[in-house]
C-alpha cells in the first residue's frame, strides 16, 4: 500500500538502502527494530503509521507516536507520545531525531478528484500560540485520537533532546490562588505570566519546559494564553491531569501543589489529587518537615518542596521526585487568613509563590545537582516577600540586651576586596581575647550543625553540600543573616596558608547564596565578610 524511504539526507546511509519499509494495509510498527537504526533515541516502538482505506476510493494514512521522544511532520507539526496527525504522499517525517529522516508514499499515489493534488487534513493548527487538548474521530469506525497544538512549540529544538532527558528538566503546576482561594483569574494569569516571562529570560536552557496545566480547557487557561506574550516554546498550556503527565506524554520530574493552610490533603482540586496519588507517606513527610500546626499555619507566598520516596506510587508510575507544595493568598471569606480584596498584597504574594516555585526548580536545572541541599531556602516564614508581608515573620528567640544593629549601606558591597585583603596580609592581632572553646560549651553550639546538617529543619540549614554548611543566624541583626561554615572542623588559630582553598569554598558559597536571595528580594542590600576573631567554633 506504500513505503518509506531515507530522505536526502536523513541517514540513508545507515542502512544502506533508498526503501526503509514496505508498508501493507493496517497498522505499522516504526521503529528501530523496522528501520535498522541503532541510534538508542529512536524507541523500538517509536510511532505507528496506520494506513486505512475509506470508501469511496479514498486512503488515509495516520502517524502517531508511541516513543518519548516526539515525531516531526515536514517543518511544522511536532507529535509527542500519544498525538496523531495525518499524513500525505511525498510528506519528510522525522522520527526522534532530524537525522532519521523519511518520505512517505502511496505505491499508487492518488490525485484527489476535486482538487487535482492531495489535501492534507492537520490535526494541529500552528497558528495557536498556546496549547490545547481535544479529540477528534476518525473514520475507523469512531476511534478517538488526542490531539495538542503545539503552535509556540520550536519543534527543532524539542528533537534535539535526549530520551533521558524528557522530563528531567520540567515542571508542571496548576493555577494558584484562582480555584477555592478565589482569586480574580484575570490578575492571577497576569501575575504568573509576568513571573515565568522573567524567569525564562533569565535562564536560557533549552531543556526547561514550565507545563500550566488545568483539568479542562477553563477560563483560567484562557486567561493565561491571553497575558502569555513570552511567546517561548518552553511555556506550553494544556488541559490534562496534574498526576499523570507522564501517561499523557508529558513526563516530569518535578510537579507544583496548590496547597492549602497546613499542608493538608483535605479539600478537593489538585491538592487532594496530588496527595492520593503519591501516597500516604507525602502527608507524613510534609508533616515532619514543616511541622504545621493550626495555631502556626503555613505562609501565604511560600513554597515548601518535599522529596517523594522511591516507593510512592507518583513515583514508581510518573517518575515524579519533588512535589512543591505552593500556598497562593486567600481571597474567599469562608476561609481564613482571607485578603478581603486587598489585591496589592494579594499580587506580591501570588508573585511570590510563582517566583518562589521556579527559583525552587532552577536549583537543579542550573547546574544538575540534586536539588537535597537548595530546598533549605525557600520554605516557611524565609519565604516571605519581606517588603509586603514583614508582619508575617517570625520574631528571632528573646536574648538579653542585643547590641543595636549596624547602620546599612545603601552601597553594593565589595566583598571581593575583602576577600584579597585578608589573603594579602597576616591575621590581624586580636584586640580582645579570643572566646576559650570549651568541649560542650556554648561555643561549641554550632559543631552539631557542621556534623549533621541533615538533621535540621529546613528553618534553621539554608544549604549545605560536603564542603560547607549555611544556616540562619540565632540572632539575626538583619532582613536576612546566614553564617557560612566549613565542613572541615578546626580552629581560627589552627588557619594557615593551606587553607587557603577552603576560604575560597566559603567565598564562593556566600557569593552563590547572595545571587539567591538576590533573586528573591530585590529590594535587599546584601554585605559579606568573614568572621576575624569569631568567639565560636
Given at each position: 500500500?506504500?513505503?518509506l524511504?531515507?530522505?536526502?539526507?536523513?541517514?540513508?546511509?545507515?542502512?544502506?538502502?533508498?526503501?526503509?519499509?514496505?508498508?501493507?494495509?493496517?497498522?505499522?510498527?516504526?521503529?528501530?527494530t523496522?528501520?535498522g537504526?541503532?541510534?538508542?533515541?529512536?524507541?523500538?516502538?517509536?510511532?505507528?503509521?496506520?494506513?486505512?482505506?475509506?470508501?469511496p476510493?479514498?486512503?488515509?494514512?495516520?502517524?502517531?507516536?508511541?516513543?518519548?521522544?516526539?515525531?516531526?511532520?515536514?517543518?511544522?507539526?511536532?507529535?509527542?507520545?500519544?498525538?496523531?496527525?495525518?499524513?500525505?504522499?511525498?510528506d519528510?517525517?522525522?522520527?526522534?531525531?532530524?537525522?532519521?529522516a523519511?518520505?512517505?508514499?502511496?505505491?499508487?499515489?492518488?490525485v484527489?478528484?476535486?482538487?487535482?493534488?492531495t489535501?492534507?487534513k492537520?490535526?494541529?493548527?500552528?497558528?495557536?500560540?498556546?496549547t490545547?487538548?481535544?479529540?477528534t474521530?476518525?473514520s475507523?469506525?469512531?476511534?478517538?485520537?488526542?490531539?495538542?497544538?503545539?503552535?509556540?512549540?520550536?519543534?527543532?529544538?524539542?528533537?534535539?533532546?535526549?530520551?533521558?532527558?524528557?522530563?528531567?528538566f520540567?515542571?508542571?503546576?496548576?493555577?494558584?490562588?484562582?480555584?477555592?482561594?478565589?482569586?480574580?483569574?484575570?490578575?492571577?494569569?497576569?501575575?504568573g505570566?509576568s513571573?515565568?516571562?522573567?524567569?525564562l529570560?533569565?535562564?536560557?536552557?533549552?531543556?526547561?519546559?514550565?507545563?500550566?496545566?488545568?483539568?479542562?480547557?477553563?477560563?483560567?487557561?484562557?486567561k493565561?494564553?491571553?497575558?502569555?506574550?513570552?511567546n517561548?516554546?518552553?511555556?506550553?498550556i494544556?488541559?490534562?491531569?496534574?498526576?499523570?503527565?507522564k501517561?499523557?506524554?508529558?513526563?516530569?520530574?518535578?510537579i507544583?501543589?496548590?496547597a492549602?493552610?497546613?499542608?493538608?490533603?483535605?479539600?478537593g482540586?489538585?491538592?487532594?489529587?496530588?496527595?492520593?496519588?503519591?501516597?500516604?507517606?507525602?502527608?507524613?513527610?510534609?508533616?515532619?518537615?514543616?511541622?504545621?500546626?493550626?495555631?502556626?499555619?503555613?505562609q501565604?507566598?511560600?513554597?515548601?518542596?518535599?522529596?517523594?520516596?522511591?516507593?510512592?506510587?507518583?513515583?514508581?508510575?510518573?517518575?515524579?521526585?519533588?512535589?512543591?507544595h505552593?500556598?497562593?493568598?486567600?481571597m474567599?471569606?469562608?476561609r481564613?487568613?482571607?485578603?478581603?480584596?486587598?489585591?496589592?498584597?494579594?499580587?506580591?504574594?501570588?508573585?511570590?509563590?510563582?517566583?518562589?516555585?521556579?527559583?525552587?526548580?532552577?536549583?537543579?536545572?542550573?547546574?544538575?545537582?540534586?536539588?537535597?541541599?537548595?530546598?533549605?531556602f525557600?520554605n516557611?516564614?524565609?519565604?516571605?516577600?519581606?517588603?509586603?508581608?514583614e508582619?508575617?515573620?517570625?520574631?528571632?528567640?528573646?536574648?538579653?540586651?542585643?547590641?543595636?544593629?549596624?547602620?546599612?549601606?545603601?552601597?553594593?558591597?565589595?566583598a571581593?576586596?575583602?576577600?584579597?585583603?585578608?589573603?594579602?596580609?597576616?591575621?590581624?592581632?586580636?584586640?580582645?581575647?579570643?572566646?576559650?572553646?570549651?568541649k560542650?560549651?556554648?561555643?561549641?553550639l554550632?559543631?552539631?550543625?557542621?556534623?549533621?546538617?541533615?538533621?535540621?529543619?529546613?528553618?534553621?540549614?539554608?544549604?549545605?553540600?560536603e564542603?560547607?554548611?549555611?544556616?540562619?543566624?540565632?540572632?539575626?541583626?538583619?532582613?536576612?543573616?546566614?553564617?557560612v561554615?566549613?565542613?572541615?572542623?578546626?580552629?581560627?588559630?589552627?588557619?594557615?596558608?593551606?587553607?587557603?582553598?577552603?576560604?575560597?569554598?566559603?567565598?564562593?558559597?556566600?557569593?552563590?547564596?547572595?545571587?539567591?536571595?538576590?533573586?528573591?528580594?530585590?529590594?535587599?542590600?546584601?554585605?559579606?565578610?568573614?568572621?576575624?576573631?569569631p568567639?565560636?567554633?
Open positions: 500500500a506504500g513505503e524511504r531515507w530522505a536526502s539526507g536523513g541517514g540513508g546511509g545507515e542502512s544502506g538502502q533508498e526503501v526503509a519499509a514496505v508498508l501493507s494495509w493496517g497498522c505499522v510498527v516504526l521503529g528501530r523496522l528501520l537504526v541503532t541510534d538508542r533515541k529512536m524507541s523500538r516502538k517509536q510511532a505507528t503509521l496506520e494506513l486505512i482505506q475509506t470508501p476510493q479514498q486512503r488515509q494514512a495516520i502517524l502517531t507516536t508511541t516513543g518519548v521522544n516526539p515525531c516531526l511532520i515536514g517543518d511544522q507539526v511536532l507529535l509527542r507520545k500519544g498525538q496523531s496527525a495525518e499524513i500525505n504522499d511525498g519528510v517525517i522525522h522520527l526522534a531525531t532530524r537525522e532519521h523519511f518520505t512517505f508514499h502511496w505505491v499508487q499515489p492518488e484527489n478528484a476535486a482538487t487535482g493534488g489535501k492534507r492537520r490535526m494541529s493548527q500552528a497558528a495557536s500560540m498556546t490545547t487538548t481535544t479529540t474521530t476518525t475507523t469506525g469512531g476511534t478517538k485520537r488526542s490531539r495538542v497544538d503545539m503552535g509556540c512549540m520550536d519543534p527543532v529544538a524539542a528533537l534535539d533532546m535526549d530520551a533521558e532527558d524528557v522530563g528531567q520540567t515542571l508542571a503546576f496548576p493555577s494558584f490562588g484562582t480555584n477555592t482561594f478565589e482569586f480574580d483569574i484575570d490578575q492571577a494569569a497576569r501575575v505570566c513571573e515565568i516571562a522573567k524567569f529570560h533569565e535562564h536560557t536552557d533549552p531543556r526547561i519546559r514550565l507545563i500550566l496545566v488545568d483539568l479542562t480547557d477553563s477560563e483560567t487557561l484562557a493565561f494564553r491571553k497575558h502569555n506574550t513570552c517561548d516554546h518552553r511555556f506550553v494544556t488541559t490534562g491531569n496534574i498526576t499523570q503527565m501517561t499523557s506524554g508529558h513526563p516530569c520530574r518535578f507544583a501543589n496548590a492549602n493552610q497546613y499542608l493538608s490533603p483535605n479539600g482540586g489538585a491538592n487532594a489529587a496530588i496527595y492520593k496519588a503519591a501516597g500516604p507517606q507525602l502527608d507524613e513527610d510534609t508533616k515532619a518537615k514543616y511541622f504545621i500546626q493550626p495555631h502556626s499555619p503555613a501565604a507566598g511560600t513554597v515548601y518542596p518535599v522529596q517523594l520516596s522511591p516507593d510512592s506510587p507518583l513515583h514508581k508510575k510518573e517518575g515524579v521526585e519533588w512535589v512543591f505552593v500556598l497562593a493568598p486567600n474567599s471569606k469562608s481564613p487568613f482571607c485578603l478581603h480584596g486587598d489585591y496589592t498584597k494579594g499580587c506580591s504574594l501570588l508573585r511570590s509563590c510563582y517566583s518562589a516555585m521556579l527559583s525552587c526548580f532552577a536549583a537543579v536545572t542550573e547546574d544538575g545537582r540534586t536539588i537535597l541541599g537548595a530546598t533549605h525557600l516557611g516564614s524565609n519565604s516571605i516577600d519581606l517588603e509586603e508581608d508582619e508575617a515573620i517570625e520574631p528571632p528567640a528573646p536574648r538579653a540586651k542585643p547590641s543595636p544593629s549596624p547602620t546599612r549601606s545603601t552601597a553594593t558591597p565589595a571581593s576586596k575583602a576577600f584579597s585583603l585578608l589573603m594579602a596580609s597576616k591575621a590581624p592581632a586580636p584586640t580582645k581575647p579570643q572566646a576559650k572553646a570549651t560542650g560549651g556554648w561555643s561549641d554550632l559543631v552539631p550543625y557542621v556534623r549533621n546538617p541533615e538533621a535540621y529543619p529546613p528553618d534553621a540549614v539554608y544549604d549545605y553540600d564542603e560547607t554548611v549555611v544556616i540562619f543566624d540565632k540572632y539575626p541583626k538583619a532582613h536576612k543573616h546566614l553564617l561554615m566549613p565542613r572541615q572542623e578546626l580552629g581560627y588559630s589552627q588557619l594557615t596558608t593551606d587553607h587557603i582553598p577552603m576560604l575560597q569554598a566559603l567565598k564562593k558559597k556566600g557569593e552563590l547564596v547572595v545571587k539567591r536571595l538576590q533573586g528573591q528580594y530585590p529590594n535587599l542590600v546584601f554585605r559579606a565578610g568573614f568572621h576575624a576573631i568567639s565560636m567554633r
